[in-house]
Each structure stands twice: as structure tokens, then as C-alpha cells.
């Protein structure tokens, strides 16, 4: 099939459940492609001299190619070279908020003529990919006798591990939940990504060697030291869990939650876990007037989880408009669809009810102020302009900060920066520890998934360049020899 196609095929995205059927369970509420519409969306890509979309994406992915080799019928030749810039093809392209990134660099949505499908395009080949038994076990050309410890396996971690194992390393991923794929797999609801996808990434290292140490907290369970006695290197990809909380008058009642919590709890549930807070209606949105706060992508998350919860109504407090909503477009598209009410320009002000019992939000209406140097608007308070919001079950979705890791892991050499996150050397992943690197959310604060994947590859390569300069060991050393990080230093 010829590409260029845009004037003749129009965008069009796979199909999606109405917004009825799909609050009634957690399934992904879009589908797959099919081949031929995936070739036809893939013709659409004008081929640009300067792919704009390639550098709106963070792993530099080389889009414009393979969605030619798309179009053209060959999807295998369209996965391995999707797959080579990226771990997690098929995740990203679920999740991505496409419309910030590389669909939304696209030319012709710039130009008018309405941007190629990109990240479903992504989705396609990497399901096939799995589907027809492409992807399969890693097997390392050369077996090496260093190790490395990851510490979190979430999209960081994951990647990194699978770049480092390719490399012929021994790769053991510590992580405190009892599942390995971090918030990919707790934080993040199934009706976006649902868990057998991250399952079949996470088997697949475990199939290539990648040894999995889970309910294992760093610092409790096992020691820093320890690890560093244990492993050649080592990668800390914990993320950020830290939730920020509300401080207005009432926020310490019980009827106040962390978004993660709850994310975690549904998830869990759906697992077939019993949780005790959800079964005593705690983190259970059922029947429940729910008033979610914040407007990022997890703000999302949880009044789409609501709806699906059962809630009597679910509405979203955001203290600035919908144009300068933080999250993805389609989310907050699809969260209107599915019912949820936006309160835009409006900041929390009291929680009412007792240390027991939520009973509503007082809310301060807001408006934005003039455009600064930057063109960044800020708001303030209308003044005397008010508002109270049924509440049953309040949850605050304002972001996240890194845990105190110097304290966690008993290590006072790891240096942070003046937000709490993990010292780096400039335009490397390696920390003031010798022989620690460090990527994802935990130096770059909370951002997005292709963020991590992006910083977990790019930390193995810097990893893999410190084991073969810095400790000069060869492939084939010894596996007698001591090369333990304590014995380095």
C-alpha cells in the first residue's frame, strides 16, 4: 500500500465500548486494529523530511519508518524496529498521552489534516508481535559474571532490566509488592491497561533468567549494604509514592484518601485480593457521592474507577480550566462520557463532616490571572464566591514526592536534590555512590511511564559502560571472583 494517503484515508482510532457497557466493568475500553486498519491509518504518514513526531517522543521511537513498513504489509519488520528504541512498545502505546507527545507533534495535526493513529498503530504490532511468537525469551550472546540489583520493578526497572540481561547480565529485581510491574500493574486501572499485558512482559524476563524478589522492602528486609556486598551494581527505580495531602480544615477525617491507596485497593480487588478497607467501604466508592481532587492523569484514574465502583456521583475539583488541565485529553473526554462532572476553576476550601465521617467539600471558586513573562497564568480567589459539594468519600489526587531514600535504604552517602529525588551526576544515572545509578520518577520527579522506560534503558547503558571500564572485568571472568561493590570501593 502506498503511504502519503492522508488526503484520501481519514483518522480514524479502533473502535471503543459506549460509555454505558463500559462503567459496568474494568476491560480496556478500546479495541485492537485490524491489519487492514492499521495499514490504512499507518498510509496516512506523510513521510516528513523532519519527523516531528519522532522528536515529540521521548524514546526518539522511529515512527515514520515503521509505519511505512505498516502500510506496506510487513509488521514484523514494523515491530523489531518499533522494538528497538523501546522495551515496552505495547504499554506505552496504551498509555502515552499520545496528544501531548508524538501524535500531537504530528505535521499534519499541525497543518489541519488531522494527526496518523500513532500510538494505536504501536499497540497493534507489539499484540501481534506477542500473539504470533516473535517476542520471545532473551538469549544473551554472551553470559557475564557480574550482577546487578534493581530495586523497583516497575517501567524503569523492566526496561533496564531487559536491556541489561540482552547484555549477557545476572539481573535480580527487588520490589516491595507482591507483584512485579510497579504502578503499571497497581497504579494504573485495566479499563487503560489491563494486567496480562504487563504480566507477559514481566514472564518473559523471569523466562530469560531475571530473578524476582518480591514483599521485599530495602532497608527492612534486606539491607543496602548488603545489596551493595551482593551485586556489581545496582539500579534504584522505586518511582515516587509520596502522596501530597490536602491542608484545609477537616482533611484528617477518615472519609479522605490517598489516590494511590485507592488505586492500589481496586486493583488488588480485582486480582481476587480481599482488602480489609475495601470490604468495610473504606476505599469502595459504591453508592457514594465521590469528589475526586486534582487534574492529572491519576485524577482521572480515580473518577473513572468511581464510576465503574458504583458511585452515585463522581465529580472532579480542578482549581484551574479545562485548557490548562494537566492530564490527557482523551482521558478527561473519556471521563465526561462516563458521567463524571468537572468543577473547573475551583479549589478545595474545607472538608465538612467529622474525623469519622465525610459529608461534603466547601469549595472556593477561582479565576485566572494575567498571563506573566512566561505566558504561565496564575489564579486567585473570587472573593466571597463559594460553593458545597456532596461528599461521601474525598480523594486527593495532587501529585507525588519521593520518599526520604537516604533514610529508607540507611545509606547517608545517597545524595537528593532540593525536591527529595536522587542525586545524579549531569547527563548520567550514576549517583554519589560509587557503583549506584538511579532512573525514573525517583530523579525526575513524578512524570510519565515512556519517561522511565526511556531513563531505565539509558541507565543500563551507563551501568554496562561502569562494569566494563570503571571494574574491568571481562565477560567470561571468573564467577569465583569477588567484584562485590564493597570490595570496589
Known amino acids: 500500500m502506498d503511504t502519503n494517503r492522508f488526503v484520501i484515508e481519514v483518522k480514524k482510532t479502533p473502535s471503543k465500548t459506549d460509555a454505558k457497557t463500559r462503567i459496568e466493568n474494568f476491560n480496556e475500553i478500546y479495541a485492537d486494529f485490524k491489519p487492514t486498519q492499521a495499514s490504512h491509518q499507518a498510509s496516512r504518514c506523510a ?62 495535526e499541525q497543518s489541519g489534516w488531522q494527526n496518523v493513529t500513532i500510538g494505536s498503530v504501536e499497540r497493534y504490532l507489539g499484540d501481534m508481535a506477542f500473539e504470533n511468537g516473535w517476542i520471545e525469551p532473551i538469549v544473551p550472546e554472551t553470559e557475564r559474571s557480574q550482577s546487578i540489583a534493581i530495586i523497583g520493578a516497575g517501567p524503569a526497572g523492566i526496561a533496564a532490566a531487559d536491556r541489561l540481561r540482552t547484555l549477557g547480565y545476572k539481573v535480580t529485581i527487588y520490589d516491595r509488592y507482591d507483584r512485579a ?26 523466562q530469560s533468567g531475571v530473578e524476582y524478589v518480591m514483599n521485599c522492602d530495602i532497608g527492612t528486609d534486606i539491607t543496602f549494604d548488603d545489596l551493595r556486598e551482593k551485586h556489581d551494581a545496582i539500579l ?33 480487588v480485582g486480582f481476587g485480593d480481599q482488602i480489609e478497607d475495601f470490604a468495610n467501604g473504606r476505599l469502595d466508592a459504591n453508592g457514594k457521592h465521590v469528589v475526586v481532587i486534582g487534574g492529572g492523569d491519576t485524577a482521572m484514574d480515580c473518577v473513572r474507577t468511581a464510576t465503574r465502583q458504583g458511585a452515585k456521583s463522581v465529580t472532579c475539583v480542578y482549581r484551574r480550566d479545562r485548557a ?16 463524571v462532572r468537572f468543577e473547573w476553576l475551583s479549589a478545595p476550601k474545607a472538608v465538612l463532616g467529622d474525623a469519622e465521617t465525610v459529608e461534603g467539600l466547601k469549595i472556593q471558586r477561582m479565576r485566572l490571572t494575567t498571563p506573566d513573562a512566561q505566558g504561565r497564568q496564575g489564579v486567585e480567589d473570587i472573593h466571597g464566591n463559594e460553593a458545597d459539594l456532596p461528599a461521601d468519600l474525598i480523594i486527593e489526587a495532587l501529585g507525588f514526592e519521593p520518599e526520604n531514600m537516604p533514610l529508607m535504604f540507611n545509606e547517608p552517602k ?29 530523579v525526575r520527579g513524578a512524570s510519565l511511564v515512556v519517561w522511565a522506560v526511556r531513563e531505565g534503558q539509558d541507565a543500563a547503558a551507563d551501568i554496562h559502560h561502569y562494569l566494563q571500564t570503571e571494574l574491568l ?13 564493597g570490595a570496589a570501593e
Open 47 to 108: 513521510q516528513c523530511g523532519v519527523p516531528f513526531c519522532q522528536h515529540g517522543c521521548p524514546l526518539s521511537n522511529n515512527i515514520p519508518d515503521w509505519l511505512r513498513l505498516t502500510a506496506e504489509g510487513r509488521p514484523q519488520e514494523a515491530w523489531e524496529l518499533s522494538s528497538a528504541t523501546s522495551t515496552l512498545p505495547e504499554i506505552c502505546g496504551r498509555i502515552c498521552p499520545q496528544d501531548r507527545l508524538c501524535e500531537g507533534s504530528c505535521v499534519l
Open 181 to 206: 510491574g510497579g504502578l503499571l500493574v497497581y497504579g494504573i486501572p485495566s479499563f487503560k491497561l489491563e494486567k496480562h499485558v504487563v504480566a507477559r512482559r514481566t514472564d518473559r524476563l523471569a
Open 236 to 268: 534504584v527505580a522505586t518511582g515516587v509514592y509520596k502522596a501530597r495531602r490536602l491542608s484545609v480544615p477537616g482533611c484528617g477525617s477518615k472519609g479522605v484518601v490517598a489516590a494511590l491507596d485507592y488505586l492500589i485497593t481496586s486493583n488488588k
Open 324 to 339: 490548562n488541565m494537566p492530564g490527557s485529553d482523551r482521558e478527561v473526554a473519556n471521563a465526561e462520557e462516563e458521567g
Open 414 to 442: 545517597l545524595e537528593v536534590t532540593r525536591w527529595g529525588t536522587l542525586k545524579t551526576m549531569a547527563g548520567e544515572f550514576s549517583t554519589t555512590v560509587k557503583g549506584v545509578f538511579a532512573a525514573g520518577d525517583i
Open 473 to 485: 572485568v571481562p565477560a567470561n571472568a571468573n564467577d569465583d571472583a569477588s567484584y562485590a561493590l
